[in-house]
């Protein structure tokens, strides 16, 4: 023999029938504390270190790369009108 029954009832009806506790203010209350934690964590974050988190580390080492070669070609540069080499 083989029975089938079909309920049909909403999520609440079905936890009200169950004896279950109803969640959903608390649930509420959880979601209203996250979303205002998260605004005030991006509020306290400005734009520049959003990117350099978000930026790859790769990217970051080209950054780094180009200040080294600007740091180099001044240094060169001070040494080409210094007179080049010392005499002694």
Same mark, same amino acid.
């Given at each position: 023999? $083989?029975?089938?029954?079909?309920?049909?009832?909403? *999520?609440?009806?079905?936890? #009200? =029938? =169950? /004896?279950?506790?109803?969640? /959903? *203010?608390?649930? @509420?209350?959880?979601? /209203?504390?996250?979303?205002?934690?998260?605004? %005030?964590?991006?509020?306290?974050?400005?734009?520049? #270190?959003? =990117?350099?988190?978000?930026?790859? #580390? %790769?990217?970051? /080492?080209?950054?780094?790369? @180009?200040?080294?070669?600007?740091? =180099?070609?001044?240094?060169?540069?001070?040494?080409? #009108?210094?007179?080049? %080499? $010392?005499?002694?």
């Amino acid at each position: 023999m $083989k029975v089938n029954v079909t309920i049909d009832c909403t *999520p609440e009806e079905a936890r #009200a =029938f =169950f /004896g279950l506790p109803d969640l /959903g *203010p608390m649930q @509420q209350r959880v979601m /209203g504390e996250i979303e205002e934690r998260l605004r %005030s964590s991006l509020n306290a974050m400005n734009p520049e #270190a959003i =990117f350099k988190t978000w930026l790859p #580390a %790769s990217m970051q /080492g080209v950054d780094q790369m @180009q200040q080294m070669q600007q740091a =180099f070609w001044s240094q060169l540069a001070n040494i080409a #009108a210094g007179g080049g %080499s $010392k005499k002694e």
